[in-house]
T-cell receptor, first 118, second 111 residues
C-alpha cells in the first residue's frame, strides 16, 4: 500500500516570498492533517480536514497560511508571505474518517517538507 | 498550545537496558497515543491506550495510563540501537477533534 506522499521534500525561500506544499494521502483516508514541527518540538496541528470540509483550523495563522482540499483527496498548504519563524518541517498525515468528538484513528505520516526561510 | 509534556527531554542508555518515558497532559481525554520519529522522517504510530485502560503491551512496549494524574508512561524493554529516535505522546480532547502532541523525548541507545 502506498504511503502518504509529500512534495517538495526541501524548500529554501527568502522571507516575504510565497511557498506551497502538496500532500497526497493514503487512498480511502477521508481525514487529512497538516502539522508544523519546529526543530526540537513536537508537531503542532495546523488544519484538519474530513473529506473536503475543515474540522479544525484553530492553530492556523490565517493571515498568512491557507490550505485547501479540493475533491476530498489531495491537499495544498500555502504560506504567503513567509516569515523567518515559519522555518520548520511541514508534515502531512491521513487517517480513516473520524466518527465523532474525541474519536481517533491511527494517523499515517508522510516524510515531510523541510522549509528554510532566510 | 501543546498539551502533552514528555519527561525526560533526552535519555541515553546502553543497548539491553530499559527506557522509560513519561507524558503529562491537561484535559480529559478518550485515549492517548505514542509515536516514534526517526531522524529526518515522519512519525510512526506505536500504541494507543484508551481512557478506561490502565496498561497495554505491544511487543517490547508497555504503556500505562493514570487518568487521575493525567499522565502516561512508555517503557521500552531490552532496548536496541534501532530504538534510537524521538518519542511523542499525543492526545485528543474528549470533546474535540484536535490531536495535540507533546515536545517529545529523545532516546539514544548506545551499542
Amino acid at each position: 500500500e502506498a504511503g502518504v506522499a509529500q512534495s517538495p521534500r526541501y524548500k529554501i525561500i527568502e522571507k516575504r516570498q510565497s511557498v506551497a506544499f502538496w500532500c497526497n494521502p493514503i487512498s480511502g483516508h477521508a481525514t487529512l492533517y497538516w502539522y508544523q514541527q519546529i526543530l526540537g518540538q513536537g508537531p503542532k496541528l495546523l488544519i484538519q480536514f474530513q473529506n473536503n470540509g475543515v474540522v479544525d483550523d484553530s492553530q492556523l495563522p490565517k493571515d498568512r497560511f491557507s490550505a485547501e482540499r479540493l475533491k476530498g483527496v489531495d491537499s495544498t498548504l500555502k504560506i504567503q508571505p513567509a516569515k523567518l519563524e515559519d522555518s520548520a518541517v511541514y508534515l502531512c498525515a491521513s487517517s480513516l474518517p473520524l466518527r465523532g468528538l474525541g474519536s481517533y484513528n491511527e494517523q499515517f505520516f508522510g516524510p515531510g517538507t523541510r522549509l528554510t526561510v532566510l | 498550545s501543546q498539551q502533552g509534556e514528555e519527561d525526560p527531554q533526552a535519555l541515553s542508555i546502553q543497548e539491553g537496558e530499559n527506557a522509560t518515558m513519561n507524558c503529562s497532559y491537561k484535559t480529559s481525554i478518550n485515549n492517548l497515543q505514542w509515536y516514534r520519529q526517526n531522524s529526518g522522517r515522519g512519525l510512526v504510530h506505536l500504541i494507543l491506550i484508551r481512557s478506561n485502560e490502565r496498561e497495554k503491551h505491544s511487543g517490547r512496549l508497555r504503556v500505562t495510563l493514570d487518568t487521575s494524574k493525567k499522565s502516561s508512561s512508555l517503557l521500552i524493554t531490552a532496548s536496541r540501537a534501532a530504538d534510537t529516535a524521538s518519542y511523542f505522546c499525543a492526545t485528543v480532547e474528549a470533546g474535540g477533534f484536535k490531536t495535540i502532541f507533546g515536545a517529545g523525548t529523545r532516546l539514544f541507545v548506545k551499542a
